[in-house]
């Protein structure tokens, strides 16, 4: 009669164990999904920043490659790509599959000795993370900025002395700043950086740019310098002239005489620039950026 008592009760054990177990799964697997999920936010903001992080060496590393190409061939034109846009995404998936198989008639040596007694279990989980990171360059194909870039380098490297009558390399550089700054040495500094072989690069340079043999390198007191020059070289790649202008507009006749057909031209505004020179402390004004454009500029016509 005992040992009936103690079979029943025995069974209605492993009943109540099979029921608790499998109530308790569900939940389980939810707490692992959402702790899961919580895992991609941070995942998300660490990978944004590492990217954004990069953003700084992209542009040195492309001003030092520069850099050293014009010290091999001061006649070299220069390869400037501007990152204008970049996305970073982070795709978690999970899945947590267990299979519950309810054993009675295991004994209870077997129960003890299973660590699950009563009850045996199959897990079989699985998770997959996909991390897109990308950045969207627009490389320099104006005309234009690109002769201004490359005059900034050949001040740098040249000093100035490779300027002719077909690329006034002093003249445009300084036409784009008109207004804002007339010393060219705050936006092409010189003395900071430094040239040789790669036997020659110190271990403690922070940047190192090289083309073929040449290498090109700032130490950390050089670091200025190195950033100044970036921000002209972007400024060049990215913007218009400073100068202020104003829009004119002429009516007249073939005979001298006033009609009705209009000339518009844009011109410097020589009153507001003189305005400006005489404020202290003026070192900046609103930029007029302008997105890579769709089509070449240069297939622009106007019909006759």
Not at 7 to 27: D, N, Q, T, V
């Amino acid at each position: 009669m005992r040992a009936r008592i103690r079979a029943f009760e025995s069974s209605a054990y492993c009943a109540s164990s099979g029921r608790l177990a499998r109530a308790w799964w569900p939940i389980l697997i939810c707490l692992l999904a959402s702790i899961s999920g919580c895992r991609t936010h941070l995942s998300l903001r660490d990978n944004t920043l590492r990217t954004a992080g990069t953003l700084t060496d992209l542009n040195y590393q492309q001003v030092l490659d520069n850099l050293a190409r014009f010290h091999d061939n001061p006649a070299a034109m220069p390869s400037f790509a501007v990152v204008n846009a970049g996305t970073v995404n982070v795709a978690d998936q999970t899945s947590f599959n267990a299979n519950a198989t309810y054993a009675p008639t295991l004994t209870l040596g077997q129960q003890i000795g299973s660590g699950l007694p009563l009850l045996s279990l199959l897990f079989n989980p699985s998770g997959q993370r996909n991390v897109t990171e990308n950045w969207s360059l627009a490389p320099v194909t104006d005309i234009d900025n690109l002769r201004r870039i490359r005059c900034a380098y050949q001040l740098l490297v040249a000093g100035g002395t490779l300027d002719s009558n077909c690329i006034p390399c002093q003249d445009l550089i300084k036409r784009f700043y008109l207004g804002e700054q007339d010393d060219l040495d705050c936006v092409i500094p010189k003395g900071w950086y430094g040239v040789g072989c790669k036997k020659d690069v110190p271990e403690c340079a922070c940047y190192v740019g090289h083309c073929g043999k040449t290498y090109v390198w700032v130490n950390a007191d050089g670091l200025d310098g190195l950033t100044r020059f970036t921000m002209t070289v972007i400024d060049l790649a990215t913007g218009k002239p400073h100068a202020p202008t104003k829009t004119v507009v002429r009516t007249f006749g073939p005979d001298g005489k006033l009609q009705n057909t209009q000339v518009t031209t844009t011109e410097i505004d020589s009153e507001a620039l003189k305005e400006m020179r005489k404020e202290a402390g003026q070192t900046d004004r609103a930029r007029q950026y302008l997105s890579p454009p769709l089509v070449n500029p240069g297939l622009f016509f106007v019909p006759h």
